[in-house]
């Protein structure tokens, strides 16, 4: 091989390497998500809310799906990956009816699978950049987990990601408990959301909150929260913070 040919080979390789992408950073983004057990089933809520970086760009983003016959999903992060997410387990779902064995996954092996495919991600070092809570109800067992974007998951009786997970889940360990009322639940719920509406600058006051029991899936048509404004850290919030900007 001449010089003239091992510079050629050495600028194809380096074409290659640079044709090859990755997701950097993320561009529309939705924010938390929250989920918890109740008496009956499980339920989560998230806002409709999809930032392009720190612009409210869209107000009509769904981040809550079913998954299947007894599983819920709701998701954080870019927009775009979730929804190739969703593609992955329509296929998953659709593979799995092709048996017609008369079974079906339940919302641990989803679960499961959203953990090894998150984590698989990882490892290529390109990540679907979100993060995921996964509910569900299969022959009287109630189930709901989360898994980060580089496959970090567990299981629990309550559930949050993004900023819900540090404004959330402390109201949700006071006030929680396994004999929650639907209506309780919702109402807990709704309690969760209004405060991250206060708190994070990407939340949007039109929400959707999803319940799935034994009977199936219900998503809950968008509205909105009724919230004040007139408190006294909103009219005045730098009191108390002389010397500051």
């Known amino acids: 091989m001449n010089l003239a040919d091992s510079t050629q080979a050495m600028n194809n390789l380096l074409g290659s390497e640079a044709d090859s992408q990755r997701t950097l950073y993320p561009y529309v983004t939705g924010t938390s998500v929250v989920g918890i057990k109740y008496k009956d089933g499980i339920l989560l809520a998230a806002d409709m809310g999809g930032s392009y970086g720190s612009t409210l760009r ?3 983003v769904e981040r809550l799906k079913p998954v299947g016959k007894h ?22 779902i659709l593979y799995d009816n092709m048996w017609d064995d008369g079974n079906s996954l339940g919302p641990k092996e989803v679960h499961n699978y959203l953990t090894r ?32 974007m580089i496959g970090v998951h567990y299981e629990d009786n309550h559930v949050a990601t993004g900023f819900g997970n540090h404004l959330a889940r402390p109201i949700l360990r006071d ?7 639907f209506e309780e639940g919702v109402k807990l ?19 959707q909150i999803a319940k799935i029991t034994e009977a199936g899936v219900t ?14 850290a909103f009219k005045n919030p730098t009191a108390g913070a002389e010397g500051s900007w």
Request: glycine share 6%; proline share 2%; net charge positive.
């Open 117 to 148: 495919m998150m984590y698989n991600r990882r490892n290529k070092f390109n990540p679907l950049w979100n993060s995921l809570v996964l509910g569900g109800v299969k022959n009287g067992q109630k189930y709901l987990g989360t898994v980060s």
């Open 71 to 92: 599983s819920i999903i709701g998701a954080s992060g870019e927009i775009s990956d979730f929804q190739e997410i969703m593609r992955y387990l329509d296929e998953l």
């Open 189 to 207: 719920l709704e309690k969760c959301m209004r405060v991250l509406l206060y708190r994070d600058r990407s939340a949007v006051n039109k929400l």
């Open 58 to 60: 869209y107000k009509t």
């Open 219 to 232: 998503i809950s048509q968008p509205y909105a929260l009724k919230t004040s404004w007139d408190l006294s």
């Open 175 to 181: 006030e929680w408990h396994e004999n929650l009322t």
